[in-house]
């Protein structure tokens, strides 16, 4: 926030300033000024463009595969937009990724975009809307269509974006001039896309590779792990000697060490953790509410220090009652004792389920104690519970409450032929997360493969290579989608703490991750624009599209008014996608 506040009062000096030097006659014709916006204009077209733009038939066949790809890409991105409109009012993920704070190109407001990563978020963005504005430039002049002005549009100091203004002459133009004009904006974005892609994986793939061991992402507060010092960045690579690499060797390493742990970083620092059973989330309702941060300190006088431990006595006292008393150490250090019923929590019972048709209460949360013989502990065990038994048998089902603990006699259903209960289960043991240690870890492996091309991410949409390109560009919100634990906002901050450059370029390692994330974010910005202007909506490329290939038809249709069909058929279009934008970025709200 005081980066934040910095940086508004440094647009309002710089804008006041420049004001006071327009109101003097102190700037030069070329320079303009809307408010914090600062715009360099031309109404030379530079000679340089101009012997570009004279390889007329060149520019003409690329632009003409442009207007392909953009006609195809007009009706997904129409598909997408529905869609995805539809996924914004029915399903509670959407409004993870479609929150309107991320339709904000600001780096530490919007989700995806790092505020460590500004420097070359900015340069990404620039590129993308430079490079199609030029692009439009220089088909307008293969196309015989002078271009009356071009320039550059900066916010205070920060490159902000390009335009280029024909003053509506490109209407001159045949259809087939107009629609290579509009298209090639798109089409050049897309290359760029395409080019910084190939180049970003042969740069990662021959130079980067993930320091061994578990990168901590973050440390839960409260946890040892927090006690202790460890926080994100580091690199934990020996648990008591025992070398670790990976998110699984630690977790099998820690499940068989001591309750005090001597942990090794790659720094070369090492930290003494003593472990105990902390909690780190808890249900806001239903049988077992304890605050995250309590500390359980024994089941049943028991002392336990690990989360293998806990689980083990209280399976163990839950034979005989599901409702087993736990000794905890809240925040204040205060020292009490607390019920805990051991079994899978569950958010609810579905209406038409089979637990629900045998009677059990629907619409509040309870706890699975056991099914048949099987006792719970965890969600897991529910799942494994249900594979062990089968559908149409008729089982005990123990069920606790806030109104208390009920036995029902309940006729498994079936779903995709497994047995089925009709609970929706949530992790944890009773509902609550604990944790013995208390860090969560940063997928740079996971990340490190997409960004080489040795891997596409769980993202299998066309069943070619065209995957591992597709997987670059879900990378900033993976986390929010689930593909992966965290997004990627590119080799920045302490992620850099996480990889190393190794052959020629090592002695270059800070530049590699600079121009590994340039390259990243130049793509990922020139695909973005280049996909947003292929939405069929007015002005952009993909309306004026719509309305001159619905004005050419209808001319050679003979229909009166085709112009006017041509704005009516592109308004409309206009109307459905700003409405399912709007549905996207507003409707999990309206909605609840």
């Keep these: 926030m005081q980066t934040l506040v910095a940086i508004g009062l440094g647009v309002v000096c710089y804008t006041l300033g ?68 539809y996924l914004a009012v029915t399903r509670d993920v959407a409004s993870e990724v479609n929150r309107p704070r991320n339709a904000l190109v600001v780096p530490g407001i919007n989700d995806f975009l790092p505020l460590a990563a500004t420097g070359e978020i900015v340069v990404g963005l620039f590129v993308g809307i430079a490079i199609h504005e030029l692009s439009h430039a220089i088909l307008a002049r293969v196309e015989d269509i002078d271009v009356e002005s071009m320039g550059l549009i900066f916010l205070t100091i920060v490159p902000f974006g390009a335009f280029v203004d024909m003053d509506g002459k490109e209407a001159a133009a045949s259809r087939a001039g107009q629609n290579r004009i509009y298209a090639a904006g798109v089409t050049a974005n897309l290359l760029v896309a395409i080019g910084c892609a190939l180049v970003l994986i ?20 409260g946890t040892p792990a927090d006690d202790a010092g460890i926080e994100r ?52 309702t239903g049988p077992n509410t304890l605050e995250p941060g309590t500390t359980v300190v024994a089941v049943n006088d028991t002392t336990v220090a690990t989360e293998s431990a806990f689980e083990r006595e209280l399976a163990a006292a839950s034979e005989t009652d599901p409702e087993v008393s736990v000794t905890v150490v809240d ?29 059990a209460p629907t619409g509040e949360p309870a706890v699975i104690t056991h099914i048949g013989d099987h006792r719970l502990v965890t969600h897991e065990d529910l799942f494994g519970a249900l594979e062990a038994a089968t559908a149409g048998e008729t089982v005990s089902v123990g069920v606790a409450t806030d109104d208390g603990y ?153 229909l009166s008014a085709p112009e006017r069909i041509g704005t009516l058929v592109a308004g409309a279009a206009t109307t459905i996608a700003a409405i399912s934008v709007l549905i996207v970025l507003f409707g999990p709200m309206l909605v609840g």
Excluded at 29 to 39: A, D, E, F, K, Q
Excluded at 43 to 55: C, D, Q
């Design 233 to 284: 960045g580091d690199v934990l690579t020996e648990i008591d000697g025992v070398e670790i690499d990976g998110e699984t060797a630690f977790a099998e390493t820690l499940a068989d060490a001591n309750e005090s742990v001597v942990v090794d970083r790659a720094d070369g620092d090492s930290v003494t953790v003593n472990r105990s059973v902390t909690i780190t989330g808890s249900p806001d």
């Design 406 to 558: 009920e036995e029902y006699s309940v006729t498994l259903g079936t779903t995709d032929e497994e047995p089925y209960l009709g609970v929706v289960p949530q992790a944890g043991i009773g509902g609550l997360l604990v944790t013995d240690f208390g860090v969560e870890a940063y997928p740079a492996a996971e990340h490190l493969a997409v960004l080489s091309g040795e891997g596409h991410g769980d993202v299998d949409i066309t069943g070619t290579p065209v995957d591992r390109l597709l997987a670059l560009s879900f990378l900033p919100f993976a986390g929010m989608i689930g593909l992966v634990s965290e997004n990627f906002g590119g080799f920045v901050g302490s992620v850099t703490d996480f990889y190393t450059v190794a052959g020629p370029l090592a002695t270059l390692e800070g530049g590699v991750f600079v121009f590994a994330t340039i390259l990243f974010w130049t793509g990922w910005f020139s695909l973005l624009i280049g996909f947003f202007n292929c939405l069929p909506a007015y002005p952009l490329d993909g309306g004026r599209l719509i309305k001159t290939n619905v004005t050419a038809l209808a001319t050679r249709r003979s």
């Design 202 to 221: 042969a740069l990662v793939g021959s130079s980067v590779s993930a320091i061994g061991g578990l990168a901590v992402a973050s440390t839960l507060p």
């Design 331 to 359: 925040q204040t250090q205060t020292e009490r004792s607390e019920t805990v019923v051991v079994g899978a929590f569950v958010t609810e019972l579905t209406d038409d389920g089979p637990l629900a048709e045998a009677g």
């Design 18 to 85: 420049m004001m006071a030097l327009q109101s003097r006659g102190r700037l030069p014709s070329w320079v303009r000024l809307s408010g914090p916006l600062v715009i360099l204009e031309t109404r030379r077209f530079p000679v340089a463009l101009e012997r570009l733009a004279r390889r007329r038939r060149l520019w003409q066949r690329i632009a003409d595969g442009g207007v392909v790809v953009s006609m195809a890409l007009l009706v997904v991105s129409m598909g997408l937009v529905l869609f995805a409109a």
